[in-house]
Each structure stands twice: as C-alpha cells, then as structure tokens.
C-alpha cells in the first residue's frame, strides 16, 4: 500500500507531462514518508534530452537534502529507467528504486540481462547497495504510455 501511495504521486507528475506534451513519465523522491522531489519529463519544453523525470529528481533531491548522495531515499517512477538514468541512480547511490511498467525497449534491466554469462560476468547498472521493485501499478503507467503514442500516431 505504501509503495502504491507514492506511485500514485509519480503518476500525478506523469499526468502533468502528458498534459504538456511531453512522455508521461513522472517521479517523486521521497525520505522518512516526505516527498522531498517530484519531476516529470521535460525534454521538449527544456530542449534537453537529459530532462528525464528521473534526472531532474536526482537533482531536486540533492537541492533538497544538501548531498550529492541519496542513500536513505527511495525513487518512485512511472517507467523503469532507461541507462542513462540508471547511472545517475547508481552515482546518487540511491537506496530504493520502485518502477511502475516495465520498458522492454530501453529499460535498463535489459542492459543488465544482456551482459549475464558474458565472460562469466553480471553487469549491474544500479548501486549494488540499490533495492529495486518493479511493476507497481504497472497498468495504470503502461496505459498513460500507451495512450500517448496512439494519439501521437493519430
């Protein structure tokens, strides 16, 4: 129920990014039960392809906290993140990751699975430290995505 909860409030900022135009991805940060973060995709409004909801809320939750590292926080997304995203999760050595629908295209988990038994060896893209949970009302966000993309093809 509480991961559920903040999902919900991801959802809300990818609702936000819908609304502008923009993918509906959203995120929120959050520490001791508090929001500190929320952030949705900004690339079109920003001209910035590294305006990903969840770069930006890596940012706002550094701002917030004065720290560089996000250990005692969790992320809530509406997508999984892609690598590039991933490695900002890693380098803030953020302690949970919780992601709504998967994204078998660019998620990051299909990086990592691609590596396995090559030379023997796992490439992991997140913070060995980094709890993740995936598919937390999963429904709800592949179906914000998806109604995206048919009316950008319509």
Known sequence: MHDEFYMQQAYKEAVIAYNKGEIPVGAVVVVQDKIIARAHNQ???????TAHAEILAVTGAANYLGA??????????????????AGAIAW???????????????????????????NNKVTK?????????????????????????QKLRN
């Open 43 to 49: 690339t079109e409004q920003l001209l910035d392809v």
């Open 68 to 85: 560089k590292y996000l250990n005692q926080c969790t992320m809530y997304v509406t997508l999984e993140p892609c690598v590039m995203c």
């Open 92 to 118: 803030s050595q953020l302690g949970r990751l919780v992601f709504g629908a998967y994204d078998v295209k660019r998620g990051f988990s299909r990086i990592e699975s691609a590596t396995e038994g090559t």
């Open 125 to 149: 893209l997140l913070h060995p430290k980094t709890l993740q949970v995936g598919g937390v009302l999963e429904n709800e966000c592949a179906e914000l995505l998806q109604r995206f993309f």
